[in-house]
């Protein structure tokens, strides 16, 4: 089973940057649906953005477009999300996804997750 290892966590003050990484233990990880989730305390764990098993097709929660890019390095087996003009209401720990059996990620039993990396934004 791939495995995923994500970085590029940490606190940041609001309208900051942060780039996150998830590498892959397998070079099939290119071709997989992969996505970025996030889980706020208490909360339930949230689509990000993703990109799709077909066409690359590119999504996005519409509280980050227009601020978050999604993309992958195929060659380096790594995933990104680059988070731009952060804001209190991102913190959250975000997990890298993918799903080897599926076009898009979901939160189902095939998916398979990184151990998370936490984002905080400071007001």
């Known amino acids: 089973q791939v495995e995923l290892v994500e970085s590029g966590g940490g606190l940041v003050q609001s309208g900051g940057s942060l780039r996150l990484s998830c590498v892959a233990s397998?070079?099939?990880?290119?071709?997989?649906?992969v996505a970025w989730y996030r889980q706020a305390l208490g909360e339930v764990r949230e689509v990000v953005a993703g990109?799709?098993?077909?066409?690359?097709?590119?999504f996005y929660e519409d509280s980050v477009k227009g601020r978050f890019k999604v993309s992958r390095a195929k060659a380096r087996n790594t995933l990104y999300l680059q988070m731009n003009n952060l804001k209190p209401e991102d913190t959250a720990v975000y997990y890298c996804?993918?799903?080897?059996?599926?076009?898009?990620?979901?939160?189902?039993?095939?998916?398979?997750w990184g151990q998370g990396t936490r984002v905080t934004v400071s007001s």
């Open positions: 990109i799709s098993s077909i066409d690359e097709i590119t």
């Open positions: 397998e070079r099939a990880f290119s071709r997989y649906a």
């Open positions: 996804a993918t799903d080897p059996a599926k076009p898009m990620v979901a939160i189902t039993p095939s998916t398979v």
